[in-house]
C-alpha cells in the first residue's frame, strides 16, 4: 500500500519545538515533492510548507516563516518540519503530502499521496 505517515505530533507549551515526519511506504519518497499543510478546527487546511524532490528548493507561507524549517533525508525515506517557537495559533493537524509533478506548492491537487495527520496543540 502506497501512503506516507505522519508522526512527531504532540502537546507543547507556547515557545516550544516539535519535530514532524513524514515517512513514505511503499514507494520511494525522494522522487517527490514534499507539502507540509494544516488544518485548525473551523478553518480550511492551508499550506505550511514545501520541498522539491532534491531538496534544492523550500518555501514557507509567511504566518511560519522563519520559525519553521523543512528538510528531508532521501536515504531514510522521510522528510521533516521542524517548528521552533510555536504559537497557540499553529494548534492544527498536521498533513504531508507527496506530489511527483511539483506543480503547485500549496495547490492540493498537485499532491497525490496525503498522510492521516498528527495533531499539534500549543497550549499553556
Known amino acids: 500500500q502506497l501512503q506516507v505517515v505522519e508522526s512527531g505530533g504532540g502537546l507543547v507549551q507556547p515557545g516550544g519545538s516539535l519535530r514532524l515526519s513524514c515517512a513514505a511506504s511503499?514507494?520511494?519518497?525522494?522522487?517527490?515533492?514534499i507539502g507540509w499543510f494544516r488544518q485548525a478546527p473551523g478553518k480550511e487546511r492551508e499550506g505550511v510548507s514545501c520541498?522539491?524532490?532534491?531538496?534544492?528548493?523550500?518555501n514557507y507561507a509567511d504566518s511560519v516563516k522563519g520559525r519553521f524549517t523543512i528538510s528531508r533525508d532521501n536515504a531514510k525515506n522521510t522528510v521533516y518540519l521542524q517548528m521552533n517557537s510555536l504559537k497557540p495559533e499553529d494548534t492544527a493537524v498536521y498533513y504531508c503530502?507527496?506530489?511527483?509533478?511539483?506543480?503547485?506548492?500549496?495547490?492540493?491537487?498537485?499532491?497525490?499521496?496525503w498522510g492521516q495527520g498528527t495533531q499539534v496543540t500549543v497550549s499553556s
Open positions: 503530502a507527496a506530489a511527483i509533478i511539483f506543480s503547485g506548492c500549496y495547490d492540493p491537487h498537485a499532491y497525490k499521496y
Open positions: 511503499g514507494f520511494t519518497l525522494g522522487y517527490y515533492a
Open positions: 520541498i522539491n524532490d532534491s531538496g534544492g528548493f523550500t
